[in-house]
């Protein structure tokens, strides 16, 4: 059974850092990528970047290019989302997700499946 559980938020002040994990499990973790996605209230779920596990490649969105690294622990099973010079308005529930197909990966909802159960991020100016 393909599980995946985050922890790491919490609130932080602007220009602070967090560090969230992703622990997956029920799978070869190295045949797909994983996502990291975030939702504001009332906004839609936006993809925030995405790394293959095997090579290590990653891809962000504009919006966290030089501030978000997502990084890998093989030996664990987990991916990691380092955040750095936090904003307000990097304020969501931050949820990351498995690909749907080995060997294919894009940074969009549809692209992926087996959702974790988010962990909250709020940044206060």
């Known amino acids: 059974q393909v599980q995946l559980v985050e922890s790491g938020g919490g609130s932080v002040q602007t220009g602070g850092s967090l560090r969230l994990s992703c622990a997956a499990r029920g799978y070869t973790f190295d045949t797909y990528c994983i996502g990291w996605f975030r939702q504001a209230p009332g906004k839609e779920r936006e993809g925030v970047g995405r790394?293959?596990?095997?090579?290590?490649?990653?891809a962000y969105a504009d919006s966290v290019k030089g501030r978000f690294t997502i990084s890998r622990d093989i030996a664990k099973n987990t991916v990691y989302l380092q955040m750095n010079s936090l904003k307000p308005e990097d304020t969501a529930t931050y949820y990351c997700?498995?690909?749907?197909?080995?060997?294919?990966?894009?940074?969009?909802?549809?692209?992926?499946?087996?959702w974790g159960q988010g962990t909250q991020v709020t940044v206060s100016s």
């Open positions: 997700a498995r690909g749907l197909y080995e060997n294919w990966c894009r940074l969009e909802n549809s692209a992926f499946g087996y």
């Open positions: 790394i293959w596990i095997d090579s290590g490649s990653t």
